[in-house]
């Protein structure tokens, strides 16, 4: 089985910031990409960043320059880092890791269960 634990949401003013953590946990092989999804109310889950496991990044043009994503390879966890944060950041914060469990296993998506961030104005 494979576990991605999310944790570091919660409630912060406009300009405020937080630090988003998931951790991924059992058979594990190899990761490859990693990186945060969000959904916001009524809408449909969007790429927030991602990250290779050689340390590549790429951000979704609304939070450039505010967030950053990283990860530790050794930990098998991924952070994103979130100043100048806005209420229209407000959103379910998701968790994505592209993985094998063996060296025979195909490479497939697995996510987290979800953090709540909520900017309020």
């Known amino acids: 089985q494979v576990q991605l634990v999310e944790s570091g949401g919660g409630l912060v003013q406009a300009g405020g910031s937080l630090r988003l953590s998931c951790a991924a946990s059992g058979n594990i092989f190899s990761i490859n990409d990693m990186g945060w999804y969000r959904q916001g109310p009524g809408m449909r889950r969007e790429l927030v960043a991602a990250?290779?496991?050689?340390?590549?990044?790429n951000y979704t043009d609304s939070v450039k320059g505010r967030f950053t994503i990283s990860r530790d390879n050794t930990k098998n966890t991924v952070y994103l880092q979130m100043n100048s944060l806005k209420p229209e950041d407000t959103a379910v914060y998701y968790c994505n890791a592209d993985l094998r469990r063996n060296r025979n296993d195909y490479v497939a998506a697995y996510w987290g269960q979800g953090t709540q961030v909520t900017v309020s104005s």
């Open positions: 990250i290779t496991s050689g340390g590549n990044t």
